[in-house]
């Protein structure tokens, strides 16, 4: 894989967002995070249109399939949501000299 990649999730918490953050760097999955809110979401669950507060995360610079399969399985084996999201975006465009 020739791109860099970035995860974008979304938790209920600022301290869950910084929890994950954290022990994704510590597992050395990922180097650079980022970490926005608190961030208004709608969404239909079970025929009801929820209206809550999230922090969305935003893991950065994964460049290989195997560290994007172990950043998954930690967000879905530590993340307080029974389904989380796991938004896969590729970044074609970069500059070298920050990559490094």
Not at 28 to 37: D, K, S, V
Not at 73 to 89: F, Q, R, W
């Amino acid at each position: 894989m020739d791109d860099f990649l970035q995860v974008v999730t979304t938790v209920g918490s600022e301290e869950e967002a910084e929890r994950l953050a954290h022990g994704i760097a510590g597992a050395r999955l990922a180097a650079c995070f980022q970490i926005a809110g608190p961030i208004r979401s709608l969404d239909w669950r079970q025929g009801v249109l929820k209206d809550a507060r999230e922090w969305q995360l935003v893991i950065k610079d994964i460049s290989s399939e195997e560290q994007l399969a172990e950043v998954a399985a930690y967000i879905k084996a530590n993340l307080s949501y029974e389904t989380p999201e796991i938004i896969v975006i590729p970044t074609l465009l970069y500059d070298e000299e920050y990559m490094r």
